[in-house]
């Protein structure tokens, strides 16, 4: 997704490419590429590929080409995005072949086995839902919980309950919203616009704004546009260029610690003064700087040997005055 809260970036999605017709004309998306960099250094290009079966052939790749026929902003990020529209909980969606091709792999399921098979089985990085659709059953949160404990966020596209000509539609958007961030609890969810034109684009705040009357508070709709973006974007990263939780080894600059040699050692200590600790005295010698075997001084008493001579002077004492009082 986005590494900073830009809302013009929504628009790569459908500029990008039109049912694989990439590179037929370029200036609607150059528009978008141009508003992208007002806020933003990463972006996501999802192209309407149509069927799925079109992304099985082996022949046919990702049509959002490496190298632009425009030239791009240098502090622009430009990451591919494929949706995957589940229509059938049996089918086999080759997610390992599309994450060697696209930077995020988003899934759309159609109906309640499609949302339960993308919460728990499928290795997705984004789960969108069409909001704008009934549901049968209301949202569960160990199903939509199992996702979010893999990494998985779920994204909630606002456009269709702004421009949608259709009152129930805008009905159901507000309702599956405010049930969805009510039983996520505001934890794992972005937000996108899905918008097909720039009409349809909000402002980060306006959308906070939003997220506030669905009931979501101001930190977790700031963390829809920032937070959870970035990390979508660097699981799917790790997942792809990491192995075993194994990252890389980085070299941080640290100076290499020089072993020193027992020749080297001996040449650099200086005469007279090997084998003396940190008073300046060699270990066999006092604080006078006398050997410890030629020293006449005796040696201090232990404590217990003082509370015996002690106890030794008070009883001579007492029997000193016990004969005084008898004389």
């Keep these: 997704m986005i590494r900073r809260d830009c809302p013009h970036t929504h628009l790569l999605r459908e500029a990008a490419c039109r049912s694989g017709t990439w590179g037929r004309s370029h200036s609607e998306f150059q528009s978008a590429i ?3 960099t007002c806020d933003s250094r990463a972006a996501p290009l999802a192209p309407a590929l149509g069927s799925w ?3 099985t052939r082996p022949s046919q790749t990702s049509p959002v080409t490496d190298a632009l026929p425009f030239p791009k902003p240098p502090r622009l990020r430009i990451l591919k995005r494929c949706n995957i529209f589940l229509t059938d909980a049996a089918s086999n969606f080759r997610i390992p072949q599309l994450q060697q091709l696209y930077d995020i792999v988003a899934a759309r399921p159609s109906d309640e086995r499609t949302l339960q098979q993308a919460c728990q089985s499928l290795d997705v990085d984004i789960i969108s839902i069409d909001l704008s659709r009934k549901f049968e059953t209301y949202f569960k949160f160990p199903m939509l919980g199992a996702a979010i404990a893999r990494g998985i966020k779920i994204e909630l596209c606002y456009s269709q309950g702004i ?3 259709d009152p129930s539609a805008k009905r159901q958007l507000i309702t599956n919203a405010t049930q969805l ?10 937000f996108s616009s899905e ?12 959308i906070i704004n939003l997220a506030s009357v669905w009931g979501l508070g101001t930190e977790k709709g700031k ?7 970035r990390s979508v974007v660097e699981f799917a990263r790790l997942k792809r260029q990491s192995y075993k939780g194994v990252v890389d080894i980085v070299y941080g600059g640290e100076k290499p610690i020089a072993v020193r040699t027992s020749a080297e050692s001996k040449e650099k200590t200086p005469k007279g003064k090997a084998n003396k600790n940190q008073n300046g005295k060699r270990p066999g010698e006092n604080i006078d700087g006398v050997p410890a ?8 008493l232990s404590k217990t040997q003082q509370k015996k001579n002690k106890k030794a002077k008070m009883a001579a004492e007492q029997v000193a005055a016990e004969q005084a009082i008898v004389s």
């Excluded at 961030?181 to 972005?190: A, D, K, M």
């Excluded at 963390?223 to 973006?229: F, I, Q, R």
């Design 195 to 206: 918008a097909k034109s720039v009409l349809g684009i909000r402002a980060p705040s306006d």
């Design 53 to 55: 079966q079109s992304l």
């Design 223 to 229: 963390d829809g546009l920032t937070k959870e973006p």
């Design 163 to 165: 421009l949608s000509s």
């Design 34 to 36: 141009y508003l992208a």
């Design 181 to 190: 961030i009510r039983v996520t609890r505001g934890r794992g969810l972005i």
């Design 293 to 300: 075997h030629e020293s006449t001084k005796e040696p201090p």
